[in-house]
C-alpha cells in the first residue's frame, strides 16, 4: 500500500521515474546503493526528509537537518564506468538549473571544481556520486546524491557554506525543490552523450568559479598554489603552477584565493 506521501512525492517527479520518500534514513545515497546492489532497477529517487548519517566526499559526514533536500538518484545507464568522468559537470549543471529556476540570480551560482555548487561563491549544495561496476568495466549502476541547503548549512563549513534562504530571502519548500531538482536532472541526463561532451564542459567552464585564478589545491596528500586554465574533456581540471608547468587534476578540492601572497 502507497502512502500518502509518497503519492504526493511520485506525483512530483518526471515520468518515467519512481520515488522512495522517507521521513527519516541513515543515507540516501546508502539506500540506493543497497537498493541497486540488489538489483532495484533504474530511474529511481530515494528523498529523506532527514537522514542521521548523511555521507559527503571524502568521507566526511553531510549535516542534514530538516528543511533541506536530501536525495539520491540510482541510475542504470549503458555506458562504461571510464565513461562516467565527466557526470559530476553534468549532475553541477543540473543543481545550478534548479538554483536558477528556484530564484537565484544567474549570475550568483557557479560551478566550483569537481562538483560543487556555490551561491554568492558559498557553498549550496553537495554532490556525491558513487557507481558500482558490472562486467567488463561496464557500469552496473550508478548513485547521484544530491544535497541541496534550502534552510540550513553548517556553520563551520571548511569552505564558506550558505543556503537558498539565506541569499534569496525566500523558504523554498522541500518538495517544489525536488520537482525542479528531478526534472533538471532528467533532462541534462537524457541529452547526456558520454563521448560528446565539448559543449558541456564549455557550459560549465562559461560558469566555473575560479576560472583563471590562482587558487589553493588540496589533495590526500599535498597542498599548493596554481591556476585553474579549466576542464578537459577528459574531466580533469588544467592547472598551470607557479614555475610554469602544467599539471592535469583528477582528485581533490580547490579552495579561496591565497591570502597576501
Ligand atoms: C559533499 O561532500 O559535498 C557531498 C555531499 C552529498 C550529500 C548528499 S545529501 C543526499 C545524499 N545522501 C548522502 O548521504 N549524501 C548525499
Redesign the pocket.
Known amino acids: 500500500m502507497i502512502s500518502a506521501a509518497e503519492n504526493e512525492w511520485q506525483s512530483l517527479a518526471p515520468d518515467g521515474t519512481k520515488v522512495q520518500y522517507f521521513d527519516q534514513c541513515g543515507?540516501?545515497?546508502?539506500l540506493a546503493t543497497e537498493a541497486g546492489a540488489k538489483g532495484l532497477p533504474g530511474n529511481t529517487w530515494f528523498v529523506a526528509g532527514k537522514?542521521s548519517a548523511?555521507?559527503?566526499?571524502?568521507g566526511?559526514a553531510?549535516l542534514?537537518e530538516t528543511g533541506n533536500l536530501?536525495?539520491?538518484y540510482l541510475a542504470r545507464p549503458a555506458v562504461l564506468i571510464s565513461e562516467l568522468a565527466t557526470l559530476p559537470y553534468l549532475v553541477s549543471l543540473a543543481v545550478r538549473d534548479t538554483f536558477i529556476a528556484l530564484g537565484c540570480k544567474s549570475e550568483s551560482v557557479q560551478c566550483k571544481w569537481p562538483n560543487?555548487v556555490l551561491i554568492n561563491e558559498k557553498k549550496a549544495s553537495?554532490?556525491?556520486i558513487e557507481s558500482n561496476a558490472g562486467s567488463g568495466m561496464k557500469c552496473d549502476f550508478i548513485v547521484i546524491?544530491?544535497?541541496l541547503n534550502l534552510k540550513n548549512f553548517p556553520p563551520d563549513a571548511r569552505f564558506p557554506a550558505t543556503s537558498v534562504l539565506d541569499e534569496t530571502s525566500s523558504l523554498v519548500k522541500v518538495t517544489a525543490a525536488f520537482r525542479v531538482l528531478s526534472r533538471a536532472l532528467q533532462q541534462r541526463i537524457d541529452s547526456w552523450r558520454p563521448n560528446d561532451v565539448g559543449s558541456m564542459i564549455e557550459e560549465w567552464r562559461a560558469c566555473g568559479w575560479g576560472i583563471g585564478m590562482r587558487r589553493e589545491i588540496r589533495t590526500n596528500n599535498e597542498s599548493f598554489f596554481a591556476t585553474l586554465e579549466g576542464v578537459d574533456d577528459t574531466g580533469g581540471l588544467s592547472l598551470r603552477l607557479d614555475d610554469g608547468t602544467m599539471r592535469c587534476l583528477y582528485a581533490g578540492e580547490v579552495f579561496g584565493p591565497p591570502i597576501n601572497h
Do not use: C
Open positions: 543515507s540516501t545515497n546508502s537522514q548523511g555521507k559527503g566526499r571524502r566526511n553531510w542534514s536530501y536525495s539520491s560543487d553537495g554532490i556525491l546524491g544530491i544535497g
